[in-house]
């Protein structure tokens, strides 16, 4: 089981969230938490796998949570949830150490997926946090990062691409197959196979690529189906 604590300083947020993720049968939230202080001190007992924080609390806000818990419980690992997109809080999120950042209108099955995400060691970010790092990076080294991107994308096929292009705007896998006008699971697939074609612990990494290789939808290079 993935033991979770959810911190959020609104009663009826954390029962909601409680509802959604003990939905799942290999998940269990241990415990829950009204501000970021009684978060750390709580994960600091020990039995907490995934810590899943509200940014804005009383007392100390996620972010400074996430921070403490670095140094209090560095084996838990800690998703940022919040009504607040904004692309600091993204990069603030990843540069301390965070397992994931959601926004709180994120479907019900993108949380369990980030939770199991975040257990297992992996990064997660929703489709919109993805396109707000891209975006951060962009202007920074982006003839260097775009020459050696391009050289990685040279084994993708024609529809792989078109796959990986729709990942750089921040679309779901849903999203993209109906774009693509292929299922789910499709689209799915072929990720698993851009991921390790282009050796990406996650698709974040994979969207980031997209992005320095100046991949973009409607013009892809042409290339092998």
Do not use: W
């Given at each position: 089981?993935?033991?979770?604590?959810?911190?959020?300083?609104?009663?009826?947020?954390?029962?909601?969230?409680?509802?959604?993720?003990?939905?799942?049968?290999?998940?269990?939230?241990?415990?829950?938490?009204?501000?970021?202080?009684?978060?750390?001190?709580?994960?600091?007992?020990?039995?907490?796998?995934?810590?899943?924080?509200?940014?804005?609390?009383?007392?100390?806000?996620?972010?400074?949570?996430?921070?403490?818990?670095?140094?209090?419980?560095?084996?838990?690992r800690v998703l940022i949830l919040t009504?607040?997109?904004?692309?600091?809080?993204?990069?603030?999120?990843?540069?301390?150490?965070?397992?994931?950042?959601?926004?709180?209108?994120?479907?019900?099955?993108?949380?369990?997926?980030?939770?199991?995400?975040?257990?297992?060691?992996?990064?997660?970010?929703?489709?919109?946090?993805?396109?707000?790092?891209?975006?951060?990076?962009?202007?920074?080294?982006?003839?260097?990062?775009?020459?050696?991107?391009?050289?990685?994308?040279?084994?993708?096929?024609?529809?792989?691409?078109?796959?990986?292009?729709?990942?750089?705007?921040?679309?779901?896998?849903?999203?993209?197959?109906?774009?693509?006008?292929?299922?789910?699971?499709?689209?799915?697939?072929?990720?698993?196979?851009?991921?390790?074609?282009?050796?990406?612990?996650?698709?974040?990494?994979?969207?980031?690529?997209?992005?320095?290789?100046?991949?973009?939808?409607?013009?892809?290079?042409?290339?092998?189906?």
């Open positions: 089981m993935i033991r979770v604590l959810v911190a959020d300083d609104e009663p009826l947020i954390r029962a909601g969230i409680r509802m959604i993720l003990t939905s799942a049968d290999d998940i269990d939230v241990i415990a829950e938490a009204g501000d970021g202080r009684e978060a750390v001190e709580t994960a600091r007992g020990g039995g907490v796998d995934v810590a899943l924080l509200d940014i804005q609390m009383p007392v100390m806000d996620g972010l400074t949570a996430l921070v403490e818990l670095g140094r209090a419980a560095p084996k838990v009504t607040f997109g904004e692309r600091d809080n993204v990069l603030r999120t990843l540069g301390h150490g965070g397992a994931g950042f959601l926004l709180k209108d994120s479907a019900p099955d993108e949380l369990i997926q980030a939770v199991r995400a975040a257990a297992a060691g992996n990064a997660y970010l929703s489709p919109a946090a993805t396109r707000h790092v891209a975006d951060a990076l962009s202007a920074t080294g982006a003839t260097t990062r775009g020459e050696a991107a391009r050289r990685r994308l040279d084994g993708l096929t024609t529809r792989e691409r078109e796959v990986l292009a729709l990942l750089g705007e921040g679309l779901s896998n849903a999203d993209a197959g109906r774009r693509l006008h292929m299922s789910e699971a499709t689209v799915k697939t072929y990720v698993s196979r851009i991921l390790t074609k282009l050796d990406c612990d996650n698709r974040v990494q994979a969207a980031l690529l997209a992005r320095d290789a100046g991949l973009q939808p409607g013009g892809l290079q042409p290339g092998r189906h």
